[in-house]
């Protein structure tokens, strides 16, 4: 658990990249088999003009640059909220291990909220998930961010 805290504490950095930026305080990480951080991300759909440019898709695109392999097998993904369908279907493309996410998402999460499409027998490659890791500093960090677009 200690190791999984302080991979999150380096996603939740990334998180505030984001949101100096003003965009949704979204980050992950990307850790080889190694314990080492092979590529970052923040959420940046409105810098890049870029629908896809999720904190998860970011990193996946860093760590496989570093790797000249689109492949990421014995991967873990640190990221702060609970992936999307997009970004858990990029995970699985990559062969990702292990995803552990901070917060849950009650809208879009795949992992637990609205689905756990990790789980499903059509996939050729499982994912491991664990949520809940650090959640409360990074469910703060949504909330905050919210209230302050929305005037509260």
Same mark, same amino acid.
């Given at each position: 658990m200690a190791r999984d805290e302080f991979f999150m504490h380096r996603a939740l950095d990334q998180a505030r990249l984001a949101l100096a930026e003003g965009e949704v305080p979204i980050g992950a990480v990307i850790v080889n088999a190694e314990g080492v951080i092979i590529g970052a991300g923040y959420n940046a759909p409105r810098r890049d003009h870029d629908p896809t440019a999720h904190a998860e898709i970011q990193a996946l695109r860093a760590a496989s640059a570093e790797c000249g392999n689109y492949r990421l097998q014995g &991967?873990? /993904?640190? /990221?702060? !909220?609970?992936? &999307? *369908? *997009? &970004? !858990? $279907?990029?995970m699985i493309h990559a062969r990702i291990e292990r995803v552990v996410y901070g917060a849950r998402e009650p809208r879009t999460g795949m992992l637990a909220s609205v689905a756990n499409l990790a789980d499903q027998p059509?996939?050729?490659?499982? /994912?491991?998930?664990? $949520? $809940?890791v650090l959640a409360t500093p990074c469910k703060r960090l949504l909330t905050e961010f919210f209230k302050t677009r929305r005037g509260e």
């Open positions: &991967c873990t /993904v640190y /990221v702060t !909220l609970e992936p &999307c *369908m *997009m &970004c !858990l $279907g990029a059509w996939f050729n490659h499982r /994912v491991n998930h664990q $949520g $809940g």
